[in-house]
């Protein structure tokens, strides 16, 4: 499934729920959110988004521990469920989606090329995937945002996720 099909079904899925939804990007920088936002309806669900590229921004904006941050750096199952637990936050949205990982060209702290942690945050709790993508930067950016919105649109389908109170 692509982005954009995953994106409408997520749309369509949150607003039926009365569900919102934000967005902690690092290596998507903004994709995940953007291709929300292109389905019709999605002011109804899409909170908002911070792109936190930086080490700074992650710890500052979504409250990552910086501990962690130290320890394991930015890439890292652990990084991305907090992200999203911090976008959730932040927004106060009922689900959380992150995305962390290297696109490359070269390897980063120890990652190679094309892994990426994506994460989705709900009142159930955080789940984080790992994935290893292959391609140039652009191949693994939109490989990266297609998983996690597909992850969000099951996370949707599985009904675990209900409402903030």
Excluded: W
Excluded at 4 to 32: C, F, N, P, Y
Aim: charged residues 15%; hydrophobic residues 45%; aromatic residues 2%.
């Amino acid at each position: 499934m692509t982005g954009a099909g995953a994106a409408a079904d997520v749309i369509g899925l949150a607003v039926r729920r009365g569900l919102t939804v934000a967005t902690a990007e690092s290596l998507t920088a903004g994709m995940v959110a953007a291709t929300l936002a292109d389905v019709p309806g999605a002011s109804a669900v899409l909170q908002g988004g911070i792109v936190a590229y930086q080490i700074s921004v992650k710890h500052n904006l979504l409250n990552v521990d910086a501990e962690l941050l130290s320890s394991a750096g930015a890439v890292d199952p652990r990084v991305a469920a907090a992200m999203a637990d911090g976008a959730r936050n932040a927004f106060s949205a009922d689900i959380g989606v992150a995305t962390t990982g290297v696109a490359g060209p070269s390897a980063h702290e120890g990652k190679p090329v094309g892994t990426v942690f994506t994460a989705i945050s709900t009142s159930s709790g955080t789940t984080t995937c790992e994935h290893h993508f292959s391609g140039d930067r652009a191949a693994i950016r939109a490989a990266s945002r297609d998983a996690v919105l597909v992850e969000l649109r099951e996370a949707l389908l599985g009904g675990t996720n209900s409402p903030r109170r």
